[in-house]
């Protein structure tokens, strides 16, 4: 290759070396759409977050049975009412024990009680997680009279004589404020204690005088 022929091809390098240097710069975006998970209704409902504040359970990853029928939606959505209980069962500090405690509880309910699945629509563990129960949207089996017209939360433990942690208090509160943002539960909901509403010591002394401080808390219905 002559002298000239190389220079003329070093020449149309640079060129085009420099035109693609000169070139406006595309930027791409990807959106990728977020999937709603679907409750025991079959309804779709709001999901997690990454930047939620609380870990929530799936009951699938806690090893739910599945329930034996069908659970009847409420009969208002967003609902107006929150019903703190609690399990009297012994306390949980960690996933794995909290779980083994999520997992006889719906069995009890299943075999002793005789209903088709755990009672409450969410449990709050002392690991500061939340553990799916029935759900959102969904009629659990925890207050006679207000099952269709409210989310039940059980605390985990037995707290007549002591007090839930805080990561198990804050992690309810947290729950709620989800319950609100996503508009399963009324901006205005009332929260209540078991025991104002049916025969029960539920949810225990030291618990119910902390609900009583909550801002959603109501004297009667």
């Known amino acids: 290759m002559t002298l000239a ?66 659970s009847p939606a409420l009969s208002a959505i967003p609902t107006p009412y929150v019903v703190i209980g609690h399990t009297e069962t012994d306390p949980c500090l960690n996933e794995s024990n909290c779980i083994q405690q999520v997992r006889r509880l719906q069995n009890s309910h299943i075999q002793w009680n005789k209903w088709d699945d755990i009672g409450y629509n969410f449990l709050v563990g002392g690991d500061g997680n939340i553990y799916v129960g029935r759900g959102w949207n969904v009629e659990g089996v925890h207050t006679f009279n207000y099952n269709k017209k409210s989310i039940g939360v059980g605390f985990i433990g037995d707290f007549d004589k002591v007090s839930p942690n805080e990561k198990q208090l804050r992690a309810a509160q947290q729950l709620l404020e989800l319950g609100v943002k996503f508009r399963e539960l009324a901006s205005d909901y009332k929260l209540l204690g078991q025991k104002q509403l049916i025969r029960t010591a539920s949810p225990g002394e030291q618990l119910y005088k902390i609900i009583q401080t909550w801002p959603h808390w109501r004297a009667s219905p």
């Not at 190389?6 to 640079?14: C, D, E, R, S």
């Not at 309804?43 to 806690?62: C, F, G, Q, S």
Request: hydrophobic content about 45%.
């Open 5 to 70: 022929k190389m220079t003329q091809n070093v020449t149309i390098l640079i060129r085009l070396i420099m035109s693609i240097a000169e070139a406006p710069q595309v930027s791409i975006s990807i959106e990728v759409p977020t999937i709603p998970s679907a409750n025991l209704t079959g309804e779709v409902v709001p999901p997690m977050i990454a930047h939620d504040p609380i870990k929530i359970i799936r009951r699938v990853d806690w090893g739910a049975q599945p329930p034996l029928g069908p």
